[in-house]
């Protein structure tokens, strides 16, 4: 007979995705904001450094599931995103690169003028470029948003984010590089993994859609049929230290370009994907410690400032070259401003390939956690205010 703790142990996964799922739907009810947002709380307050009642979020079965559900909003995000518009409208990718490479060099600065280390204000400014892809896609389906602002904030997390995996592993390379003197892994752990990761995922996105035609019935089979595959995608990378980022946007702009049809029903994957949501977010706010959070809470609050000034400043410059309104630019940009799971996954992966961080790293904690919480009700006040989703989708 399993003893009492064991039990509790056990159940306390299970009890945490319920008590979250039951926060996020009367909290929206009652309040209007995002699910997301209260996932996070509970993940953050539940979390084994705070109330003690989930285990440590080590490298097990956890992280392989929140890998999972970051890598089918990955697909649907790939899925939706047209490349040759960036090749039609150059404005929109010239403001994707000021926004980004903007918001690098400004958080570098600030963190260095701050008394950070070198080492630690590059990984800060690397992390702090991207766009949580999950907290956009989630809030975009939630919300039922569509116009230029959506398909701009679609597109523009899809690209910084790529960026960020980029910049994030050259300075990853070099962090291995200064402490190991081993330059044989600072090039392994840039270029040539997301190299492969590209390409696995394009292999995947030629692959799958080929099965489907052969199945002869898309329509039916596709969700099952990529879900299976971003799992086995998605452990691929896992196993051999390949970027599931990079890999997972591939295989979703590959099929993209292969002419699956992936219907409006289907992109939320239904209810696997609704629980797997659930549980990526309580996963990523429960790897937070408080005490971590309250000693970056200084250099955090400037790091929010300068990213979402960079950020909105980056977009709205080249708003009217890009074909839309100074306006539309403005909360473009702030809508941009989240970066919570995607930072988490990034840095659990670091440390599972042994490269201790997390300690130097305690601001973009804090940072995680204000962004977790306040990042989704940022995207659904500016989707609002562009009148791109329902205003009923928000009413208590």
Known sequence: MPDLLTILTNLSWPVAITLAWLAGEFGQRLTGLPRISFYGLVGFVLASTQLGALPPPDAGPILALADVAFGLILFELGYRINVRWFA??????????????????????????????????????????????????????EQRSSGQVTERVLHLSAFNSLLAVFAFNLVLGFWIFHTANNLTSAVLDTVVRLLLSVVLGAVFGVVVPAMLRQLGNMAHDATVLFAIAIILLVSITFTSGLSAVAAALAFGLMARHRRVAFSQAQRNFGVLGELLTVLLFVYAASSLDWRKVAAGGVLALAVVGVRLVVKTLGVTVFARLSGITWRKGALTGLALTPVSVFVILLLEHARQRGVVMLDELRAMAAVTMLLEVFGPIIIQRALIWAREAPEQNHAA
């Open 88 to 141: 039609t409208n150059p404005w929109l990718a010239v403001s994707g690169l000021a926004e980004a490479l903007g918001t690098f060099a400004a958080v570098y600065f600030t963190a260095v003028a701050l008394g950070t280390q070198q080492l630690t204000a590059l990984m800060l400014a690397s992390l702090a470029m991207s766009t949580s892809p999950a907290t956009v896609v989630r809030i975009v389906n």
